[in-house]
């Protein structure tokens, strides 16, 4: 085959690669970070660590799920299925989603996306939101009252915290997530 | 020393450093790993010490899809997986709008009512991770197994359905296509490939992936390829006593090694990648001698691209360098001797772009980039006597300057505006604007409104290539091509993961560079001589439960017009229509794929047209059966249709057959 005959050389090349490539992966194991995730896996990912020190108010209704509502235009995509069917704190998430407040009153988690930013002070005065816990990754909205504000800074998330908000709904925020986000209102 | 002698002599070295000042480093280390691909198991701290990508296709910084001012599909490695998907042709075949065909040398894409076979794709930009992959002496974009990166390395694929002229520059003529590549997380500490298949197809691979410290890493891959391709081909056009009637035996293998190593360290990344691939063509092209081995085409194609990215504060500056290497052999047996091809490109660039954002909400970049092309080498010679052709020695340069941003006058009104010059030592200047508008009107709805202009420049290959006078002439004249295109895009989510998108698109090809017989003296020449026109609509609804039950379906219209002849136009098919399910048979477990593309008839200007076809493609996906262990089975073109591709001029055929039912069982092991 004529194919064959002249990789000879290229073979060889790769012979080469494959051992370095061994004495990459036997480098003791290594604890790091990666570089450039896409920016809503990331969010997901940050947003379910969050959960875990969050305590919400207690839930009446019966079941033992813990609902993630997304308000708006999703920016997640994809990237928030990670989230569903895992649990925290003993409940199993559930995702819905949704570009009318009405269609999300079960949720205990309300994450408010950019595209509501216009009207982000009329959401935040509904009685629908009452008892929520509110996220958004938009800038200026902790200062607005969104309890738990995602910013990027130098290609980093940051969480913003505005306690204030949160203790009017009765969400208890750990001491421990304080002390890694930046406080807006206490 | 040949060129490949000199690449060992930079990628190896390269290579071997690396492993060397990162071996040391294990001070950092805790002996914990970190889980391949799933974020949500690592600990907030170190969540927070992650960087998130803030650069896309579209616009050249982040920003939603809805937001994108133009039409953008997105390919992820699940959708690679699921389907298994061998190669980029593979994968944008199932794209809305796309079709792909082959002559058993190459793949050619066609989009949007415009394809012409043997065109190289030299209407699209290729890149992978922002690299451009177009080669600099045919421009080609290679999507089949010459694509220089394994298509397990990809993350994610960005593919822009407008052209990106006025920000990217030439080949961004009818679309972009961006190819990112996985991290170190997403890749595993070390994996293990491997692929079996009928007409004897084996593929290996052996990658690892090393997060070392905050914002440092390392991916380094290496993938081998082979088949032996079809044992008998039946070419109906060559069915004479002379030519074994009309069957070619062998003649058909396919083999491909690549490497690949992106290393990552503070704001410095560094990318490497080299490929060859080498194809017996089994076609008889160009009156070659039927049957006869011998006849094959190798591809090589390599690069280096050192980015350095930082935050300014009020903007974020990257910068870029890089060197690229493209190498083409050909050999094509004539009776009595043989006619050997051999194409070499060398060059290197630079790249300065800023991004930032203006009162918090208009987003805009600014970049200027430069190439020098060292080496545009074509030389033709036949073998045994020897006599040379053609020797063409040529070195050039193209820089360029763009602006482009994103304007937000209304709360849900999206201006977007940019343009781009560029000039090159070959045919001068070119300005290329674009305006789109984005407008969300209702929550879950955005209508874009788009115009583009576009331009190619002429390769070296159309202005110089030239056999002395026997057939065809060099043609150093050549303009660029230009193309002006107009699109609506109407993009609407519905409760319940229920997404529509649709467009209505016209596309005006001007100067369109073809080769014709100069009617003076008989010889082939290209000259820019020909308009065409498109005008169409697609649409697509994809509808998703749960977690992994997905069903997407896809169908375009388009209508191509030669304006200067009013013919409609060669191997552009006028209905398109895809259907993709991803069905969980077994919880996570098991996973079952249907693929169903259905491409109308082409026409080939000659007297059998490209029948229209349906083909099924299935993959059943095994997740974690055995601990980090994937399995794939995959059942390609399921129901043995054997569909036909139009071939270009060089052949005696007028279709081309493909190869039927194959199957692939892959195996990955993680660890």
Known sequence: MGAGKSMVDFRRSLKI???????????????????????????????????????????????????LAVLGRDPFGEDLEVLRGKTVGGRTIKI???????????????????????????ILHSPLVRGKLTMGDTEGF????????LVVRERKIRFQINNKAAKREGVNISSQLLRLGEIVAR | MTVKDRYRGIIFPALLFLSLTLAPCPGLAEGEKVPAGDLTKMPLEELLRLEVETVTTASRFRQPVFEAPSSVSVVTSADIRAFGYRTLADILAGVRDFYVSYDRNYSYLGGRGFSRPGDYNTRYLLMVDGHRINDAVYDQASI?????????????????????????????????????????TEVGRFEVSGEAGTEDTFKGRLTTGIPIGEGSEIVVSASKYRRRGKDELYFPEFDNQANNHGVVRGNDADASGQIFVNAAWGPFNLQGAMARREKDIPTAPWDTVFGAPGTKSADERGYVDLRFARDLGAANLTTRLWYDHYRYEGDYVFSGYTNRDLSVGEWWGAEAQLTGKVMNRHEWVAGMEYNGYIRQDQYNWDDNPYQSNLDDIRRTYQWAAYLSGNIRPFRDLILSLGARFDRYGTFGNTFNPRLGLVYSFLKDTSLKILYGTAFRAPNV???????????????????????????????????????????????????????????????????????????????????RWGKTLRARLAYTYQESKDKTSEKTVVASPRHLVKFHLQFPLFRDALQFSLEELYVDSRLNGRDRDAAAYFVTNLTLLCLNWAPRLEASLSLYDAFNRRYEDPASAEHRQETIAQDGRTLRLKLTWRY
């Open chain 2, 461 to 543: 290959y159309e202005l110089y290539y030239n056999d002395g006078g026997k057939t065809t002439k060099a043609s150093p004249d050549l303009k660029a091509e230009k193309i002006s295109t107009y699109e609506a895009v109407l993009e609407h989510s519905f409760p319940h993961h229920l997404r529509v998108a649709a467009s209505v698109f016209h596309n005006a090809i001007d100067d369109l560079i073809v080769l014709i017989e100069d009617e003076r003296d008989g010889l082939l020449v290209f000259r820019n001589v020909e308009k065409q026109e498109t005008t169409g609509a697609s649409a697509e609804v994809e509808k």
């Open chain 1, 96 to 122: 819905v989603r949704s570009g009318n407040l009405k269609d999300l009153r079960d949720g205990h988690v309300l994450f408010i996306a950019p595209s509501e930013a216009w009207q982000i002070t009329d």
């Open chain 1, 17 to 67: 690669s494959l051992v370095i490539a061994f004495i990459l992966a036997s480098v003791p194991a290594v604890r790091g970070e990666d570089r450039r995730v896409p920016e809503y896996r990331l969010k997901a990912a940050v947003i379910y660590n969050i959960l875990k020190f969050v305590s919400l108010p207690p839930d009446k209704r019966p079941g033992n799920e813990l609902v």
């Open chain 1, 142 to 149: 902790a200062e607005k009252g969104v309890m738990i504000n």
């Open chain 2, 144 to 184: 089949g197994t010459d694509f220089p990166v394994d298509v397990d390395l990809i993350d994610r694929i960005e593919v822009i359905r407008s052209p990106g002229s006025s920000l990217y520059g030439t080949n961004a003529f009818l679309g972009v296509i961006n190819v990112k590549t996985k991290r170190a």
